[in-house]
T-cell receptor, first 119, second 113 residues
Framework: GAVVSQHPSWVICKSGTSVKIECRSLDFQATTMFWYRQFPKQSLMLMATSNEGSKATYEQGVEKDKFLINHASLTLSTLTVTSAHPEDSSFYIC???????????????FGAGTRLSVL | GESVGLHLPTLSVQEGDNSIINCAYSNSASDYFIWYKQESGKGPQFIIDIRSNMDKRQGQRVTVLLNKTVKHLSLQIAATQPGDSAVYFCAENPSGGYQKVTFGIGTKLQVIP
């Protein structure tokens, strides 16, 4: 099956610093990746859609200058939380679609998530 | 409408019994639905999917039922095992393509040994 690797799995940082989270598709190429945020005991909330070679599409209410997304290659998307504050502490999850013909295109494959704790 | 963040309902089931997890979706134009399983501290894992031109689909120990009239999905797990303990989310995709999916609230399944 398809593997999506997310790194780091857990990060603790000081308030005001920036944190970068990587999402890699290991055995397939992903033209589209998604970034989600999940609070404890709640559902996944889509933050943005990351498209290879173009600007990300952000959901309403998500600050694009706060959550920088870069999708420079078909196997890597990054989410940078800039000037992190305690309220940014959350579980961040990425997912990826494969190219048609390689995988069942309607299925999103998810990374294991990154737990961010901002002190 | 979009799913909102609410606290998860919990379903407790005795090991060996069948589990039924329900989900109401919001978009009548959605033509593709997926069930995901999320274990604690991990990302969601695909379980089974169904298209809107079907009302039932079976997998290994799991069955998904779709009632488009009332916009309702259910996931049935046969002979529930401790390893089935997780949070289960239904998700809807408006067109079945590469577009975003909208996740439901989720249900926490607790299997009692």
């Amino acid at each position: 099956g398809a593997v999506v690797s997310q790194h780091p799995s857990w990060v603790i940082c000081k308030s005001g610093t920036s944190v970068k989270i990587e999402c890699r598709s290991l055995d397939f190429q992903a033209t589209t990746m998604f970034w989600y945020r999940q609070f404890p005991k709640q559902s996944l909330m889509l933050m943005a859609t990351s498209n290879e070679g173009s600007k990300a599409t952000y959901e309403q209410g998500v600050e694009k200058d706060k959550f920088l997304i870069n999708h420079a290659s078909l196997t890597l998307s990054t989410l940078t939380v800039t000037s992190a504050h305690p309220e940014d502490s959350s579980f961040y999850i990425c997912s990826a679609h494969g190219l048609a013909g390689v995988l069942a295109k309607n299925i999103q494959y998810f990374g294991a998530g990154t737990r961010l704790s901002v002190l | 409408g979009e799913s909102v963040g609410l606290h998860l309902p919990t379903l407790s089931v005795q090991e060996g019994d069948n589990s039924i997890i329900n989900c109401a979706y919001s978009n009548s134009a959605s033509d593709y639905f997926i069930w995901y399983k999320q274990e604690s501290g991990k990302g969601p894992q695909f379980i089974i999917d169904i298209r809107s031109n079907m009302d039932k689909r079976q997998g290994q120990r799991v069955t998904v039922l779709l009632n488009k009239t009332v916009k309702h999905l259910s996931l049935q797990i046969a002979a529930t095992q401790p390893g089935d303990s997780a949070v289960y989310f239904c998700a809807e995709n408006p067109s079945g393509g590469y577009q975003k999916v909208t996740f439901g609230i989720g249900t926490k399944l607790q299997v009692i040994p």
